[in-house]
């Protein structure tokens, strides 16, 4: 994608302010909130299984964050995905952690085995884990360098972030630039990403662009918060530097990148 491509994704959502319903975990779910909030976009994070299926239908974009999972966080992505199969709606999962426990992977790999199309968000680990079906027991981190596969179901599109962000699809993959290494390790910025992914994956309707525009985007922020005095003033900047998707500097650091 060309930059001036990517930035038009964020004016979109700045302009249509997308509905984005979000299973949140307690964690980053303020985080995510605010970013989704600082692109345009209106966050609903609703979590009964009982309203999952009018929420759905309501939303013009969907976010499974499986952390903190629980039998009924369970039973609520269950229903979200078999309505978006329904509704043909735009999803992202995030399956956080799952190679921490047999629970969550197992859970991960049931809701795989739900013909939803749209957009996996992990980290190399969490992604090692469900194409291996194996436990990593590295928390919700990724400590190790693994191989993955480009190997996925028709009509599903895997975004993993990492010191070099890569997207994965069946037959093709492709490499976003290598980050520096982070200054502040903020907690909830992988949730914010696929957050931001959902946001993106409202306006596109086409997995791999939207992959590509959250992972840039989510860039963009991070090296701005870097530059922060302080972990909480990092937060601040963080979020600020998300209003500016939709503008010049975002555009003239991706064309500097490009470089």
Not at 22 to 34: E, G, K, Q, W, Y
Not at 176 to 181: A, G, I, R, S
Request: charged share 25%.
């Amino acid at each position: 994608m060309e930059p001036e491509e990517i930035q038009e994704i964020f004016q979109k959502i700045r302009e249509k302010q997308p509905l984005i319903h979000m299973i949140p975990n307690a964690v980053s779910a303020t985080l995510c909130a605010d970013g989704l909030s600082a692109l345009g976009a209106r966050p609903l994070m609703a979590v009964a299984p009982q309203e999952m299926q009018e929420i759905v239908k309501q939303a013009d974009g969907i976010v499974i964050n499986l952390g903190q999972p629980t039998p009924e966080k369970r039973e609520a992505a269950r229903l979200v995905l078999e309505t978006v199969v329904q509704e043909e709606k735009p999803v992202v999962l995030d399956p956080v952690g799952c190679g921490a426990s047999v629970f969550r992977l197992k859970m991960v790999q049931e809701l795989l085995e739900i013909p939803w199309k749209g957009i996996i968000k992990g980290n190399q680990s969490e992604v090692y884990s469900i194409q291996q079906n194996l436990l990593t027991q590295e928390g919700i981190d990724s400590r190790e360098d693994r191989t993955l596969s480009a190997m996925t179901k028709e009509g599903r599109v895997l975004l993993v972030s990492g010191v070099a962000d890569r997207i994965l699809w069946k037959g093709g993959s492709k490499t976003l630039q290598k980050k520096e290494q982070r200054v502040y390790n903020i907690v909830g910025t992988g949730c914010l990403l696929g957050a931001i992914t959902g946001a993106c994956y409202s306006i596109t309707k086409e997995p791999k662009q939207a992959a590509e525009a959250a992972a840039l985007g989510m860039a963009y922020a991070l090296e701005q918060a870097d530059k922060a005095v302080g972990y909480g003033q990092a937060k601040v900047v963080l979020l600020d530097a998300l209003t500016q998707l939709e503008e010049a500097r975002f555009l003239n650091w991706m064309r500097g990148k490009e470089q």
